[in-house]
């Protein structure tokens, strides 16, 4: 199997209208606007004391000890209005730049039907109905949300302010999993495969499954491998009731998967992720870096964004205790950690199946 040739960076944009690109732009640099108000939102918790702790892992008693200093400061009511009224306005636009385009772009999003594997059907689970990142409509909410979220929110908005570091954060991930070769890998929550191609990278010889619950994020994903040359196979199913066989893998992995499930679901794609493996197989999970390890600044950013950002399970994710959970579903050798040197983002959990189980 081949590996990608790593040409995903923000020149390579779809082309869309220049009023589609002056929208995406504009909201881009309305977010990008707001970094002088929230420094000062930072200067003001700091002033009076809300960040005098050594860590963010009371979270409850920090956000609700900020409460009266920011109830009077405009700075923080305009952050809040901004990003609002930006996380409304993000998807429609991108959708409506597609569809003054469609004749032009449908030809690259669009699949032969028949190429992703459907175990799912119609039976989703409550959950999944929910307007993650505040994608209008969900990550179905149109027949091609797959091409459009990555090709035109990720790499007009998101790419254009965090550069290819996105990309380079997946492939650190991917190449720190505990052996240097995997035979079979399935990647859990595999959206539109920005993962997976990293995958597909650093273990080449792989035979690689990308699952997610998404139709149009699946089949824009399988479009990307078949440009790309791999023979990925994708499945939409749901991480934690996947409808595969036993002992079918050796990794199980997944990138920031485990914050947009509730906690029952994560013990339960922990349970199923050990199904799966094989005995000696691995887990290795990257997500949001528990409020514990995190300096009290940082908790109560990202619980605040992650409350007005459509993040439902972001609080639950960096407080939930996977270590225990993992040993609770029959793990071993259990770690977790962050990634990079600066200990914030992103945090890995990484487990065995034992050779012998019970």
């Not at 640099?29 to 939102?41: E, I, S």
């Not at 409550?126 to 969900?138: I, K, L, P, Q």
Request: glycine share 8%.
């Amino acid at each position: 199997m081949a590996a990608p040739s790593a040409t995903l960076t923000a020149q390579e944009q779809i082309r869309i209208d220049q009023r589609g690109r002056s929208e995406l732009a504009f909201l881009r640099q309305m977010r990008g606007a707001l970094l002088p108000l929230r420094q000062d939102v930072r200067a003001a918790l700091e002033a009076a004391g809300v960040l005098a702790g050594e860590s963010g892992a009371d979270i409850a008693e920090l956000r609700n000890a900020a409460v009266p200093v920011l109830s009077g400061l405009p700075e923080q009511r305009v952050v809040g209005s901004v990003l609002r009224w930006c996380r409304d306005q993000t998807t429609p636009r991108a959708v409506a730049a597609f569809e003054r385009s469609r004749a032009d772009l449908e030809p690259l999003a669009s699949v032969p039907a028949g190429l992703v594997e459907d175990l799912l059907g119609e039976d989703v689970p409550r959950y999944w109905d929910y307007e993650f990142h505040g994608t209008a409509g969900g990550w179905d909410g149109h027949d091609h949300m797959g091409f459009i979220h990555f090709e035109l929110v990720y790499k007009y908005l998101l790419m254009a302010a965090y550069g290819n570091n996105i990309f380079a954060l997946r492939k650190q991930v991917a190449e720190a999993a505990p052996r240097s070769g995997y035979r079979r890998i399935l990647d859990l929550g595999a959206g539109t495969g920005q993962y997976t191609m990293m995958l597909a990278e650093a273990y080449p010889e792989a035979e690689i499954t990308a699952l997610d619950p998404s139709r149009t994020s699946l089949n824009y994903a399988k479009r990307r491998s078949l440009d790309a040359g791999l023979a990925w196979r994708c499945v939409r199913s749901l991480a934690e009731k996947t409808g595969l066989p036993d002992a079918s893998f050796d990794l199980v992995t997944s990138f920031i998967l485990l914050h947009e499930v509730p906690p029952h679901i994560t013990r339960a794609i922990l349970a199923e992720s050990f199904r799966l493996l094989e005995p000696g197989g691995e887990i290795h999970f990257s997500d949001v870096t528990p409020y514990r390890a995190c300096d009290p600044y940082k908790a109560w950013n990202d619980d605040w964004d992650a409350e007005h950002g459509n993040e439902p399970w972001w609080r639950t994710a960096a407080t939930a205790q996977l270590s225990e959970w993992a040993e609770a579903a029959g793990f071993v050798d259990v770690t977790e950690g962050a990634l990079t040197p600066d200990g914030v983002y992103p945090w890995i959990l990484t487990a065995r199946k034992p050779l012998e189980t019970a």
